[in-house]
């Protein structure tokens, strides 16, 4: 664990959403759910510390592109400079609940794939339905949802659908591993 990542779980747990970074295991197997085949435009919620980021960097094709939405500014700075010399990589200091508006701003409007193990389950339930809305909302019909998560409570939600999932034992905790489709049109929740 990074003194960052520590620091930033002190000053901000349930931000932060985990106590330890996720297991070489997880980010490896999460990475694997995205096909590097042709290029891709994948976004990254809450990347933190840049850990699955790594793995997926590593599976990249040239013509892919990595668009990072973290809400913590030192997490950010950190970003920028561990990837400054990765011109496919776009880090951006913002809330994923303006995750549309964000994506339009760089000129995406319907990522290849999202990626996000921003903790769902212990949110407020409005702020997860916001949350889930918008990410549905920015998402087109061939768009994937790549999240995880210790429950499966997600893989029924009325927004998506479960395309496949995996479990990664070799983790603390514990996490499943889903691919999510949308499952129909979703109007972006609006954000007082």
Same mark, same amino acid.
């Given at each position: 664990?990074? $003194?960052?990542?520590?620091?930033?779980?002190?000053?901000?747990?349930?931000? /932060?959403?985990?106590?330890?970074?996720?297991?070489?295991? %997880? !980010?490896?197997?999460? *990475?694997?759910?995205?096909?590097?085949?042709?290029?891709? /435009?994948?976004? @990254?919620?809450?990347?933190?510390?840049?850990?699955?980021?790594?793995?997926?960097?590593?599976?990249?094709?040239?013509? &892919?592109?990595?668009?990072?939405? @973290?809400?913590?500014?030192?997490?950010?700075?950190?970003? @920028?400079?561990?990837?400054?010399?990765?011109? #496919?990589? &776009?880090?951006?200091?913002?809330?994923?609940?303006?995750? *549309?508006? !964000?994506?339009?701003? %760089?000129?995406?409007? +319907?990522?290849?794939?999202? /990626? &996000?193990?921003?903790?769902?389950?212990?949110? @407020?339930?409005?702020?997860?339905?916001? $949350?889930?809305?918008?990410?549905?909302?920015?998402?087109?019909?061939? &768009?994937?949802?790549?999240?995880?998560?210790?429950? $499966?409570?997600?893989?029924?939600?009325?927004?998506?659908?479960?395309?496949?999932? +995996?479990?990664? =034992?070799?983790?603390?905790?514990? =996490?499943?591993?889903?691919?999510? #489709?949308?499952?129909?049109? !979703?109007?972006? *929740?609006?954000?007082?």
């Amino acid at each position: 664990m990074s $003194l960052l990542f520590f620091k930033r779980v002190l000053a901000n747990p349930v931000q /932060v959403g985990y106590i330890v970074p996720s297991s070489r295991f %997880l !980010t490896t197997r999460t *990475a694997r759910f995205i096909d590097f085949s042709r290029d891709r /435009v994948v976004v @990254e919620l809450g990347p933190g510390e840049g850990c699955h980021t790594r793995s997926i960097v590593r599976r990249m094709n040239p013509g &892919s592109r990595l668009i990072l939405i @973290e809400l913590d500014e030192h997490f950010c700075k950190h970003l @920028e400079r561990q990837f400054a010399h990765d011109s #496919r990589i &776009s880090v951006v200091n913002a809330n994923a609940l303006h995750l *549309a508006e !964000t994506l339009l701003s %760089l000129g995406v409007s +319907e990522p290849d794939y999202i /990626v &996000s193990g921003i903790p769902f389950t212990i949110m @407020e339930k409005e702020l997860r339905e916001k $949350l889930l809305a918008n990410i549905a909302g920015a998402m087109g019909s061939e &768009s994937r949802f790549i999240t995880y998560q210790a429950s $499966l409570q997600i893989s029924n939600h009325q927004h998506f659908s479960l395309v496949r999932r +995996e479990h990664c =034992l070799l983790n603390v905790p514990p =996490l499943h591993v889903m691919e999510l #489709r949308k499952t129909r049109p !979703t109007p972006v *929740a609006s954000v007082a």
